[in-house]
């Protein structure tokens, strides 16, 4: 109840863009503070972005001047444009709710597994 869904995910070449998006079929983001993670191969499970429900937001440095965390309310949405994509960002990004900061040596499915409202995750691959 609740889950969160992502979509938008595929591949595309360096420099390029896309747009993810995070909504919730049976319940309402407004009010909820949402962040976008990713697992990158051979990575922890990293917090990108989030947005408060004010609109406030945040950007890990690795991702700052590049992606775009939005949300419209109307259409219960949050976004993640992201620009300028370097194979770096290859990756499954996941949209969750009350996001939190998380230790060294996790991997997104070890937190979805504790958090069930977290999407599937989306692929995004960027080639060289």
């Known amino acids: 109840e609740g889950q969160l869904m992502e979509s938008g995910g595929g591949s595309v070449q360096t420099g390029g863009s896309l747009r993810l998006s995070c909504t919730a079929s049976d319940a309402t983001l407004t009010n909820t503070e949402v962040g976008w993670y990713r697992q990158a191969p051979g990575h922890d499970c990293e917090l990108v972005s989030n947005?408060?429900?004010?609109?406030?937001?945040w950007y890990a440095d690795s991702v700052k001047g590049r992606f775009t965390i939005s949300r419209d309310d109307a259409k219960n949405t949050v976004y993640l444009q992201m620009d300028r994509l370097e194979p770096e960002d290859t990756a499954v990004y996941y949209c969750?709710?009350?996001?939190?900061?998380?230790?060294?040596?996790?991997?997104?499915?070890?937190?979805?597994?504790?958090?069930?409202?977290w999407g599937q995750g989306t692929q995004v691959t960027v080639s060289s």
């Open positions: 969750a709710p009350d996001p939190v900061s998380l230790g060294d040596g996790w991997s997104c499915e070890e937190v979805k597994a504790n958090f069930p409202r």
């Open positions: 947005i408060r429900s004010d609109a406030t937001t």
